[in-house]
């Protein structure tokens, strides 16, 4: 079997450079926006309409009943996203079928449980999460640090009610984590090093 | 500064083999029963009494007012356990003055907050806590999977009082560790040297 390593992150704590180096440092594959693109090619659906879609929980459409009557309703918004995430899942798969990797985020721990792969969560405390991202932030823009906060805050719920629809899981719980990494105090590339080292076979 | 791990952990979960495990690594100081020892011998109280009273938090007693007027009253429990609780922090406070360390438990995390500590939080899942409590319960002890899980919890809903009631903060909250780790599916003296490579100086 594969060696999977899967990684759930908090935005903003650097979750995303900690994948791509560890898969650098295992030497391994690193998959990330490369899924966001073969759903694309696979629904011909553009890569920012399938970012959106995956960014967030579907919708269930109102009414779902009529009079006294449950019937299933036909929602194309909704029956669109579960088509994107059945693609996705598809696809993650087939991604840890082919060779040892690396993915981030993607419900990947929830989708790959039965390659039992190594879950790793990355989060911080949001004073660094702000830091974080103002460092990566576009040259000339200028966020207060409370709009950081509130950009930050936002992106993780969307996350969190994205994972908890598809999986039925807490976002973020340990328990669904073998190690979870606080990046508050830590400079990321000294860390990656040690963590491959719990991965080496 | 001294290099000050502490260790928190969830019952049943190894935390108190892997901080010794870790400090045999690091070729530092272990301390642990020897904190209750320690109290013991400061204020004369058995170690018996002193363990049963660093388990629990202390019972704030009824009534704090009588008419309308507040004002404190004297409860020798109470005043007791917060005698042992200071004396407990002063204990810490001094063995992390002495030299390197790992503390397990004790809410060495808080009291020594200034000093940097990095912070280890070890847990597990239910069945693998169970799994290793049975591994060490005294011989001739029987008892069910589903007693062993009341006493699991129960203790852990204890350390989480007793941990809420002195720092404020909520027990177990990743946020609170630098590192937290999932022993439920590894093997303790094989992960130890890894994690222990994040301390080495």
Known sequence: MNR????????????REFGRRLSEELGIAYYDQEIISEISRRTS????????????????????????????????????????????ARIISEMAMK??????????????KDCKPFRIFVYADMESKIRRCREKAPEGEKLTDK???QQITAMDKRRAKYYEFYTGHKWGDKLNFDICINTSHTV?????????????K
């Open 4 to 15: 999977i390593i899967t990684i759930g992150r908090e935005f903003g704590s650097g979750g």
């Open 45 to 88: 659906l553009s890569e920012h309409y399938v970012q959106s879609i995956v960014e967030h929980r579907p919708v269930l459409p109102y009414p779902i009943h009529i009079g006294t009557s449950f019937y299933p309703t036909v929602n194309p918004v909704f029956e669109q996203s579960m088509t994107v995430y059945q693609e996705q």
């Open 99 to 112: 060779s040892d990797c690396v993915i981030v985020g993607r419900c990947a721990d929830y989708i790959l």
């Open 147 to 149: 709009e950081l906060k």
């Open 188 to 200: 990321i590339k000294e860390i990656v090093p040690v963590v491959a080292k719990l991965l080496e």
